[in-house]
């Protein structure tokens, strides 16, 4: 994919412009996923990390106001700063890894397994609202550019982080001799 220094450079150099973003981004996902009841009912169960009061939750009575929701809203927001902060070490790659599994039944809730279908769908409705994001930002074309593929770099390492954990698990895991330097 040829995810490299000069892609890591560029992200962090937009993270003062991206960073800001993240509380609008995550409510523009958030009401996104609640306005299909197909990706809404899987915030009826309880997620992997959240210990407040679930009550008797229905469809119904879930909201974007919701406690649990409120922490869903919180682990994104981490997510998508993490990604224009953080160092890109082996521990990222492992907690992107992290974030991959936890969507399905071999972490966190057993009882819970996101379809990949509207996990790849989110994935692209996040990278739309990013590219127009970038686009909109006070900087050259050509800085433009490279922070587009830069991002979309990483979208894709996450994705393919994701998806390896809805397939037969074939033993293999994420280790540091695997990331390159």
């Known amino acids: 994919m040829g995810f ?26 958030y009401v996104k996923l609640f306005s299909f009841d197909v990706t809404k009912k899987y915030f009826v169960h309880r ?18 106001e919701h406690d649990q929701i409120k922490f869903r809203k ?28 936890i969507h ?13 279908l509207y996990v790849n769908a989110l994935f692209g409705y996040v990278e739309d609202v990013l590219i127009s994001a970038i686009m909109d930002l006070p900087v050259d074309n050509d800085t433009k550019k490279a922070a587009l593929r830069a991002f979309n770099k ?7 982080l994701m998806v390896r954990h809805y397939l037969p698990d ?5 280790e540091a001799a695997d990331v390159p330097k």
């Open 47 to 64: 997620n992997d990390g959240f210990e407040g009061d679930m009550g008797q939750l229905t469809l119904e009575k879930l909201t974007l």
């Open 74 to 101: 919180d682990m994104l927001s981490k997510y998508l700063v993490k990604l224009v902060t953080a160092e890109y070490d082996f521990a990222f790659i492992q907690y992107l890894d992290r974030v991959g599994k």
């Open 104 to 116: 399905t039944n071999k972490m966190g809730n057993k009882k819970l397994q996101i379809d990949y």
């Open 4 to 29: 490299g220094e000069e892609d890591i450079k560029t992200i962090k150099a937009c993270a003062a412009h991206v960073a800001p973003l993240v509380p609008s981004v995550v409510a523009a996902v």
């Open 154 to 160: 990483i979208l894709w390492i996450q994705n393919d």
């Open 170 to 174: 074939d033993g293999v895991t994420v």
